[in-house]
């Protein structure tokens, strides 16, 4: 297969078990929901996880998405309330599990019901997360006004966040030993553990440093440990951007003009060390920052489109914000003075 034009598309606090149920949604994407994505790549170190996928294939994805909206628009709604219904069901059976005092035998039956549930709520998630990157085409912006109330309640989920709580203390139940190691197996491997298949402990502990899934027309492939860094550098060899660069481009969220010093921010941890008047540059924001957004005066995300979470946000809070600048948090960091114009997309350092 010829070389996949990479481009990086976020960087956030998320896990390997993340990645690898991301990978098997996808695969059942396109017949839940009438679109999906067949290439990407995740790489992930500690509990960090960087995303590439390949344009082309976003841009079908997005048309497949328009195409939906335009001519069963219906279909689109089922979607939407998909979601909502199986995030309910993944909700009570993660209660059911967790208080249960049945044999292991019985948890085991519930964690396979629980695992598929899981797949389809983040099949259903990333279609609207979709829906709101490709929110500016005529069709897909009619949809999302006339159903504006449900894809915002949605799109401020904290569905992903949950995930990274709800699936280690549920496999726990049956394994107090997946509890601490479950972010770093596999789908496969943590329904192999219910099967008392043997997991090498061994690898998920180098996981814990860093680990590789490659998807190229949704077939997956990990990367062994000793191959990460020569397959990122030949995968990524195209991506080139100026680290100094004084100028940054994006799309505006919300419009103004504004100086000051910038917070970066790249995990939860951090949040604590936004002070009024900041402005803030993170990957992508999520629900979970919004009570800290009170305090600064512009967002700058390298993620995001006019309705990303970001964007919904900042126009609710009044806050001058770009996003989809792509690289500001490898360029910005705190301390840097800036002028972030959300009139033209432009943000300078000073």
């Not at 948890?107 to 997360?129: Q, R």
């Not at 912006?141 to 709580?165: G, V, Y």
């Not at 972030?340 to 350092?349: E, F, W, Y």
Request: charge should be positive.
């Amino acid at each position: 297969m010829k070389n996949i034009n990479w481009q990086k598309v976020v960087t956030r606090e998320f896990s390997f078990l993340w990645a690898s149920y991301t990978a098997e949604a996808y695969r059942v994407m396109q017949k839940l929901t009438g679109t999906t994505l067949k290439f990407n790549l995740f790489y992930t170190e500690g509990r960090t996880l960087t995303i590439y996928r390949d344009p082309k294939d976003v841009a079908k994805s997005y048309r497949l998405i328009e195409k939906l909206t335009k001519s069963n628009p219906q279909k689109a709604l089922e979607n939407m309330d998909n979601f909502e219904n199986y995030f309910e069901e993944g909700i009570n059976l993660f209660k059911k599990i967790t208080n249960s005092t049945n044999n292991k035998n019985q948890i085991a039956k519930m964690l396979l019901e629980f695992d598929k549930t899981f797949v389809k709520i983040i099949s259903y998630y990333l279609f609207v997360v979709f829906l709101g990157y490709a929110g500016d085409s005529p069709a897909n912006k009619r949809f999302i006004s006339l159903n504006k109330t449900q894809f915002e309640r949605i799109r401020m989920s904290t569905m992903d966040a949950d995930f990274h709580i709800f699936l280690p203390k549920a496999f726990s139940k049956f394994n107090n030993k997946l509890k601490n190691n479950a972010l770093f197996m596999t789908r496969d491997e943590l329904i192999g553990a219910l099967n008392k298949k043997v997991v090498s402990w061994p690898k998920v502990k180098h996981r814990k440093k860093n680990a590789l899934i490659i998807v190229k027309d949704s077939k997956e492939k990990e990367i062994q440990s000793s191959k990460i860094i020569f397959t990122l550098k030949k995968e990524l060899s195209h991506l080139r951007f100026n680290k100094h660069a004084k100028i940054i481009k994006g799309a505006v969220a919300y419009k103004g003009l504004i100086k000051g010093r910038v917070i970066k921010i790249s995990k939860k941890s951090e949040y604590n060390l936004i002070s009024k008047g900041d402005i803030l540059v993170i990957s992508m924001t999520k629900p979970d920052i919004i009570p800290y957004l009170k305090k600064v005066k512009g967002i700058i995300t390298n993620d995001g489109g006019a309705l990303s979470h970001a964007s919904i946000l900042s126009r609710e809070l009044k806050i001058p914000c770009i996003v989809g600048t792509m690289y500001a948090t490898d360029i910005l960091n705190s301390g840097d003075l800036v002028v972030l114009d959300a009139n033209t997309g432009i943000i300078k350092k000073l």
